[in-house]
RNA sequence: GGUCUGGUAGCUCAGUCGGAUUAGAGCAACAGCCUUCUAAGCUGUGGGUCAUGGGUUCGAGUCCCAUCCGGAUCACCA
């Protein structure tokens, strides 16, 4: 049992026999002690003061004094301040509290079964006329960090893409490429297919608006210039050959779809993320009509004279939203309808959550409501998962305008980056070949990346500035793989001088050293020794926190904690070199828990972490 | 204009269910610590009207109201 859970239970028999009655559950408020202060646990009395009459540190007091006579095996001292009653756990509590730890290598993780809820996580959602850049890093990354935290919390978790291609802007692409493209091909250019299609668009685009600034010039209105220049007609009558199936047109757009898969998977590999079913519009973008006609039937929507399809919404508080155009095509709802369809009929989905920017926060409440309205039964809780946008100095990334920062780019550089890093650290990395240096680096500049984006709070915008390069030292991901790096150092050095052959598992002979302490007389831990069980054991919490509140942040935060403090511990300490056994037994299990649950915590980033760096 | 969202140190960010007369980290600046398990580390100094004004209470960066400033969105684009 818990020490906290233990404590509860006690403080809630004292007040019913001080008092007359027991306090609630939730009124017993444990918290972790001040450090300026004495002790480790604190309990929080002012909410008792009312029903004990008396002075908060008076109540404080009276309390502590029958806790310790209640629980003399757990509480060993006690102060009281003000109304916060601060006790002194005794060091074998702590003792067994980390091996509790130490022995469940997934300690902190709920288990799935085949009965856990089911999760859908859609994450990604690229269009293939572009590469990916730094907004669609924040969103992999955070869906994939998502899905993990789902699945650490006991779900059972489907990771699911929806690719965007089709419409207007594949059109243009393919179109500037018969046009200017001389045949060009990946393997001829030697260019990723992603990035080979990104610059078709924007050389349409360019392309484009010259044709518009003739036209304005030669008088006409710009917004007509806009509709009516060659270009862009072009395209249109393309994509209705797209929509009628013309061979010709779909061949291409096969080809050069293809082509920026190759290049997306790529990207996706270095990432490290991946999805168990991936959805394309072109598959789904006529189902939603069925589902919109369905709609239409029982009178959920209404068709205007024109033949448009819409669902009034004004007595939900938002507009009239457009479902179907009047020539009957569909729009973004509708796709997003069709695809809700074809998930449902393909798994039994008991949540959906949707990463997606929060520009479209609108969208997604419009969207619950239809899917509600439509009988899905998870629509009306379905999850939009928003997150906020990458801005840089100057403001927001914009394609057209190339103020973007290409994925590619900046995890080559990152990578580049650490391995420059760690070329001025020869010593450390002695013996080992190109290609695990090279291994490093790409970990090391991938955690540097991945941490940097997933401290800040999902919700919130964020800025990058291209112009610093994102740091290996302080609050990063560096910082927290290096001590990982130190701990496995430790132990390795440990495991080599052992005479024990290896057992195998996570903590490798280290498993040897339980139970800890042999007699519990006079097994005395450091404060900083217990704040890190402390730490330790507020994983758990921390992972069911991320998960309840989908926040992948807190995570990061927690890790950044855990080694920080491990890191103090590290510097005061010495754990190979203590002379007493039990306290190195002691010391050696406590480093193998910290890295265990670094490792387990960085995992649910998506962050690798290094054995040396 | 309606709706949503944010405002904490020069910069980037934490701050749980409201808890400790002193609001935390990192970066940048300055000063120390490697003959010692990895110095990508540790320790210290300076830096704040938590946007502003009210309210709620034993107690407010945190909750409520108003105001100011920023961002997003309100398309027969996706």
């Given amino acids: 049992m818990k020490i906290e859970n233990k404590i509860t239970e006690a403080v809630m028999q004292i007040t019913e026999e001080l008092y007359g009655q027991p306090v609630p559950e939730k009124m017993v408020q444990l918290q972790q002690t001040r450090p300026e202060f004495e002790g480790q646990i604190t309990l929080v009395v002012f909410p008792f003061t009312k029903m004990s009459h008396k ?52 300690y902190g993780f709920t288990p799935v079964t085949e009965d856990s809820p089911l999760v859908m996580i859609e994450y990604s959602s690229p269009n293939t006329n572009k590469p990916l850049h730094l907004g669609h890093v924040r969103n992999n990354l955070l ?70 600034r003739e036209l304005v010039a030669q008088g006409m209105d710009e917004e007509q210039a806009k509709q009516e220049a060659p270009l862009i007609k072009e395209a249109h009558e393309m994509l209705v050959r797209w929509e009628q199936n013309d061979p010709e047109v779909r061949s291409l757009w096969r080809k050069m779809n293809e082509w920026v898969y190759a290049g997306f998977d790529e990207t996706y590999k270095a990432l490290g993320v991946s999805f168990d079913k991936i959805y394309y519009e072109s598959e789904t973008y006529l189902e939603g009509k069925e589902k919109v006609e369905e709609g239409l039937e029982k009178g959920l929507f209404y068709r205007r004279d024109d033949g448009s399809v819409w669902a009034d919404l ?93 994925a590619d780019d900046l995890i080559q550089t990152m990578v580049a980056d650490a391995r420059q890093m760690s070329a001025d650290k020869v010593n450390k990395l002695e013996g ?66 052992s005479p024990v052959p290896s057992q195998g598992g996570g903590n490798g002979k280290a498993a040897n050293l339980l139970p800890l302490g042999g007699g519990r007389e006079g097994a005395s831990l450091a404060e900083r020794e217990i704040s890190l069980i402390q730490k330790l054991q507020d994983f758990q919490t921390t992972v069911r926190q991320a998960g309840q509140d989908y926040n992948p942040s807190c995570i990061a935060n927690y890790c950044y904690e855990l080694a920080s403090e491990y890191n103090r511990f590290y510097h005061d300490f010495s754990v190979l070199r203590e002379e007493d056994a039990r306290k190195r037994q002691f010391r050696i299990a406590l480093s193998a828990a910290v890295g265990q649950v670094i490792k387990n915590g960085m995992g649910l980033l998506g962050i690798e972490v290094p054995e040396r760096m």
């Fill in 55 to 106: 002075a908060p540190e008076q109540t404080a007091q009276e309390i502590g004094e029958a806790l310790k006579e209640k629980l003399p095996e757990v509480v060993s001292k006690y102060n009281a301040v003000k109304g916060f009653l601060n006790l002194s756990i005794s060091s074998e509590q702590w003792i067994d509290v980390l091996r509790e730890i130490y022995e469940n290598p997934r």
């Fill in 143 to 212: 869906g994939w960090a998502l899905a993990k935290v789902m699945e650490a919390n006991g779900n059972r978790v489907v990771k699911t893409n929806i690719v965007n291609d089709r419409g207007i802007h594949i059109c243009k692409s393919m179109l500037a490429w018969l046009k200017w493209g001389n045949g060009e091909t990946p393997e001829s250019s030697g260019k990723k297919g992603d990035h080979l299609i990104g610059d078709y668009y924007v050389a349409f685009d360019k392309h484009y608006r010259e044709e518009v």
């Fill in 314 to 406: 004004t007595k939900e508080g938002l507009d009239e939203k457009l479902l179907l155009r009047s020539d009957g095509t569909s729009v973004y709802m509708t796709q997003d309808i069709g695809t809700a369809k074809l998930r449902f009929q393909d798994y039994p989905i008991d949540k959906m959550i949707y990463v997606v920017g929060n520009e479209q926060n609108y969208h997604f409440q419009v969207l619950s409501i239809l899917l509600d309205k439509l009988g899905f039964k998870w629509g009306k809780d379905l999850v939009h998962f928003s997150y906020g946008m990458v801005e840089l100095p100057n403001g927001k990334m914009k394609s057209r305008e190339g103020t973007v920062v290409d």
């Fill in 432 to 497: 080992i070949t190109d290609e695990e240096a090279q291994e490093i680096a790409r970990i090391v500049g991938m955690g540097a990346l991945k941490y940097f984006i997933l401290k800040v709070d999902a919700r919130k915008n964020m800025l990058f500035n291209p112009e610093e390069s994102i740091d290996f030292n302080g609050n990063t991901g560096p910082f927290i793989q290096y001590t990982y790096a130190r701990i496995r150092s430790i132990l390795r050095k440990w495991e080599e001088a």
